[in-house]
């Protein structure tokens, strides 16, 4: 799909290659080629990866040109990324330095300098989203390029270089309510969690904060790239306090490592109280993974000493205790354990939650009016077979019962449940 075109003038040979202006479309620039440039434009365009071919590609290198966006143009590409429908209006990534960020910044949006770019992916918004992005005064054409090449949805493309060769124009942005000059502490993320986390948090917090001292503390159960969880630990209070501190558990290093990555990236590594590389067995039972170690056991070519097992209790309340060095409680405010399925230790979660604490499960499930092949059936939940779990256990209430979907349609059974003050 086509999202950011180039004009060609009227007599252009290569003018052929386009097609009809899209809604969406939009302009990126004009030829610094004199001859083109006195030609008439009449607004033919193509996808910039043609502009390679037709020698044009210097001129998106340098971002040299003497014809600039102008400050209409730019109000009116921004108001058009405002008016979108959510979430799309509140997607803004800007490719530019820190410190140009902090200096001006188009409200709202999130920086990711672009050296840190390729490293930093996990914290871009969903592929399905249009979002607007601002390249850096280097990298016009380019960096909207390598997103649309990995299938990210850039609608709106801004270049650095229109703002800097443009005095007014960020007082004229400013006035205008689209931008803001020394950067305020608020920030904005451009993912969301996952549906169920979103949309009870505002509910679980309230209530958590009514007993329980901050900041809150959640386990995350199979964190994968750590996105839920950096999604919560950006949360702040009204004076603009985190709330949460978090350890997340992982079988796999790697997702362990991105989830402190993401973490140290969006300035929240101190409230990531651990990042635990751990493994449920099939039996039920935990085990540290701990590399490095004299090996026990080798994989990948890598040395990795596999821990004893230890049951689900004994594991958090002595083996992650003696890790975390005690900082903090071995029962959690929440707990969350999202699209991973470990149904042995089911049973035993509610143990680990404080008195008020709630339980997250989001989990593919087995449901008659849908055919998918991923997770196999055995690894999906039955339906029913959370409700039946906690619905028996005394001292727990079932919150959320229901069934959605993630983006490719398959069904899960989100389901959050309350552990009572006085268990
Ligand atoms: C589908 S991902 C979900 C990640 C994340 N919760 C999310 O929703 O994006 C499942 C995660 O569980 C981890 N995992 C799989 N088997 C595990 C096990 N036996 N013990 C601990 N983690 C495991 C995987 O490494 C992976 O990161």
């Given at each position: 799909m086509s999202l950011a075109f180039y004009v060609f003038p009227e007599h252009s040979t290569q003018q052929q290659s386009g097609r009809a202006i899209l809604p969406g479309d939009k302009l990126i620039g004009q030829s610094c080629n004199k001859h083109i440039a006195q030609s008439t434009w009449r607004g033919c365009w193509l996808h910039p990866k043609h502009l390679w071919k037709f020698g044009l590609s210097?001129?998106?290198?340098?971002?040299t040109c003497d014809t600039l966006v102008d400050t209409p143009r730019i109000v009116s590409l921004l108001k058009q990324w405002r008016a979108y429908g959510l979430p799309s209006n509140r997607l803004f990534l800007d490719l530019r330095s820190e410190s140009a960020y902090?200096?001006?910044?188009?409200?709202?949006?999130?920086n990711i300098p672009m050296p840190g770019l390729e490293y930093r992916c996990s914290e871009l918004p969903a592929k399905q989203w249009p979002f607007a992005i601002m390249e850096p005064l280097d990298h016009r054409g380019t960096a909207s390029q390598w997103l649309t090449d990995r299938g990210w949805n850039c609608r709106w493309i801004f270049w650095e270089g229109d703002f800097i060769h443009n005095a007014e124009l960020w007082n004229d942005l400013q006035t205008l309510g689209l931008a803001e000059d020394n950067a305020s502490n608020?920030?904005?993320?451009?993912?969301?969690?996952?549906?169920?986390?979103?949309?009870?948090?505002?509910?679980i917090e309230t209530d958590l904060r009514k007993f329980n001292r901050e900041p809150l503390s959640c386990l995350d159960i199979g964190c994968g790239s750590?996105?839920?969880?950096?999604?919560l630990l950006a949360r702040k209070t009204e004076t603009n306090v985190p709330i949460w501190q978090a350890v997340a558990i992982d079988s796999s290093e790697g997702a362990v490592q991105r989830t402190r990555i993401?973490?140290?990236?969006?300035?929240?590594?101190n409230q990531l109280i651990s990042g635990?590389?751990?493994?449920v067995l099939v039996n039920g039972d935990w085990r540290l993974v701990e590399k490095g170690n004299p090996g026990l056991a080798v994989k990948d070519g890598q040395t990795k000493r596999l821990m004893p097992g230890y049951p689900t209790l004994q594991f958090f309340t002595q083996e992650i205790q003696r890790l975390l060095n005690h900082q903090i409680p071995p029962q959690y405010d929440m707990i969350i354990t999202i699209r991973f399925l470990a149904r042995s230790i089911l049973p035993q979660l509610p143990q680990l939650l404080k008195p008020g604490g709630f339980l997250i499960i989001s989990h593919f499930v087995d449901h008659e009016d849908y055919t998918y092949d991923q997770p196999r059936p055995e690894h999906r939940l039955q339906v029913d077979e959370l409700a039946n779990l906690y619905g028996s256990m005394p001292g727990i209430n079932i919150i959320v019962d229901k069934l959605e979907h993630v983006e490719d349609g398959r069904p899960v059974n989100s389901f959050i449940i309350r552990k009572d003050r006085e268990a």
């Open positions: 210097s001129f998106l290198r340098t971002g902090h200096a001006h910044r188009i409200l709202p949006s999130t608020q920030s904005w993320l451009l993912f969301t969690p996952c549906p169920i986390l979103e949309t009870s948090i505002d509910l750590g996105r839920d969880l950096a999604w993401i973490c140290k990236n969006m300035a929240m590594a635990i590389n751990a493994k």
